[in-house]
């Protein structure tokens, strides 16, 4: 039986349903809800033997043991599926490349009769092609730029201000109450700006504290 691996039950008490999917994008397909009057029939007989008891009890367990079965080897089940995939069958297609079942619509190469995944379409191919070459050159090109700029990168950068405990999202001054957040102060040999706290100048190695 065709779709063996990529098909879903969704068959409930009262009749059958399959869903179909494509192996490579996964699209899926259901088929027609197919109603099983003989379950309908077993339903009323267990309802009877709830309600009357004696013999119908024993015609309603029976009816309830074979609605168990019914779920997994009944003839109307297999006729279910059979119809079931005659109402799908021309959406999908069975690639001899791989194996796998994909669907017509969107994973199928009508030229060379395999699935696009085993021989891809030629310009859906180059254009993902170009596409990472794109990715790869624009990769290639920030590697090579120059993203920080005047960026002061000898600085401890600072996340909240050491006046009022404000988050910031960089710059020199916090923009809640305007004190400096980088605490400085000048060197006593050279002048150079060094974080206060500096046992060393960054700039001529002096020592900042006595």
Request: proline share 1%; with cysteine.
């Amino acid at each position: 039986m065709a779709f063996t691996d990529n098909v879903r039950d969704l068959s409930n008490a009262g009749g059958y349903q399959f869903e179909f999917r494509c192996e490579r994008c996964g699209n899926g397909y259901r088929s027609a809800y197919q109603t099983d009057v003989v379950a309908k029939g077993s339903s009323l007989i267990q309802a009877a033997g709830r309600l009357f008891g004696g013999k119908v009890a024993d015609l309603s367990y029976a009816a309830g043991s074979w609605a168990a079965d019914r779920q997994t080897n009944s003839q109307a089940k297999d006729k279910a599926m059979d119809a079931a995939v005659g109402e799908v069958r021309d959406a999908f297609r069975q690639c001899h490349g791989c194996g796998d079942w994909m669907c017509h619509e969107v994973c199928w190469n009508d030229a060379v009769g395999q699935c696009v995944r085993c021989s891809p379409k030629q310009a859906e191919e180059l254009s993902q092609l170009q596409a990472d070459a794109r990715r790869d050159q624009l990769r290639e090109q920030l590697r090579t730029t120059d993203l920080v700029g005047g960026t002061d990168l000898r600085t401890q950068a600072v996340t909240q201000c050491p006046s009022c405990a404000a988050k910031v999202d960089g710059g020199k001054f916090c923009g809640e109450c305007g004190e400096r957040l980088a605490q400085v102060a000048a060197c006593r040999e050279c002048g150079a700006q060094n974080a206060t706290g500096a046992r060393f100048c960054a700039d001529c190695g002096s020592p900042q504290t006595t």
